[in-house]
């Protein structure tokens, strides 16, 4: 009697329901920084079901909800909300909306402006 090899599409659909049944859908995610008005860091882990929000010392988990189109998660329990938009995030909290940016790696956070007090000397005119 000789072997039959199964041909590689049945073995290709077996990996799939097996991988389904085991829960290998999750996503790998990456921790995302932006800065929000006033110099204030919001870091975030997005998947397309669910956030991870790290703001001012607090850490909320999030489920995406469906909207005319947006990306925009919530907790009802902790009355926050996040939509993202390209490079922008909206942050609503406690009645409070905060605008942010993304951080991009080749140029890191701005920093704030120094005080008006603390402004560098001019440099010495040219011959003195």
């Known amino acids: 009697m000789t072997a039959r090899i199964a041909p590689a599409s049945f073995l290709a659909r077996v990996a799939l329901v097996l991988a389904s049944a085991w829960g ?6 990456a921790t ?3 800065q929000c008005e006033g110099y204030r860091t919001l870091a975030t882990e997005i998947t397309p079901k669910e956030a991870q929000l790290h703001f001012e010392g607090k850490d909320w988990s999030l489920k995406r909800v469906h909207d005319n189109g947006e990306a925009r998660y919530t907790s009802h329990r902790d009355n ?3 939509i993202t938009k390209g490079r922008e995030l909206t942050l609503y909290h406690a009645n409070q909306r905060l605008a942010c940016k993304l951080v991009s790696d080749a140029l890191g956070a701005k920093k704030p402006p120094p005080p008006a007090g603390d402004q560098l000397p001019s440099a010495p005119a040219a011959g003195k």
């Open 24 to 29: 290998a859908t999750a996503h790998a995610t």
């Open 32 to 34: 995302t920084q932006y």
């Open 80 to 82: 926050v909300t996040i």
